[in-house]
């Protein structure tokens, strides 16, 4: 199976993350966020649905990921297009959009400041 994490880290820990991966050690697939708030702002409720829709999925047109949330094809671009430049999403050869994980772990913690 194959897991994204996303998680709201330090940049210091993504660094410290890229040399053990630069010394061949896995690290797995990672998305950092430098806070909680952006990455609630980044993944919204509805695109969260997307996501789920497009788990394990393949490659669809935008089109076809409006039909299976039952939602607007403009509304739905928008939002796929948020998601590309987060990382979450690709863009095949084709131009279609995949979402290339079978499953998504959420890590953070909310710690008093």
């Given amino acids: 199976m194959k897991t994204v994490t996303l998680e709201v880290t ?11 991966a630069f010394k ?4 797995g697939s990672h998305i950092s966020f430098a806070s909680p708030a952006l990455l609630f702002k980044i993944l ?8 789920n829709a ?4 393949g490659s ?10 039952d939602r ?3 509304a739905v ?3 796929i297009t948020a998601l590309l430049h987060a990382g979450l ?9 995949v979402f290339p994980y079978d499953a998504v772990r959420v890590n953070f913690v909310l710690q008093a400041a």
């Fill in 10 to 20: 330090s940049q210091q820990a993504v660094k410290r993350r890229f040399v053990h």
């Fill in 24 to 27: 061949g050690e896995k690290q």
């Fill in 44 to 51: 919204t409720g509805k695109r969260w649905e997307l996501l």
């Fill in 54 to 57: 497009m788990t394990g999925a």
């Fill in 60 to 69: 669809m047109s935008i089109r076809e990921a409006a039909r299976r949330v």
């Fill in 72 to 74: 607007d094809v403009k």
């Fill in 77 to 79: 671009h928008g939002d």
């Fill in 89 to 97: 999403l690709e863009r095949t050869a084709d131009g279609k959009i």
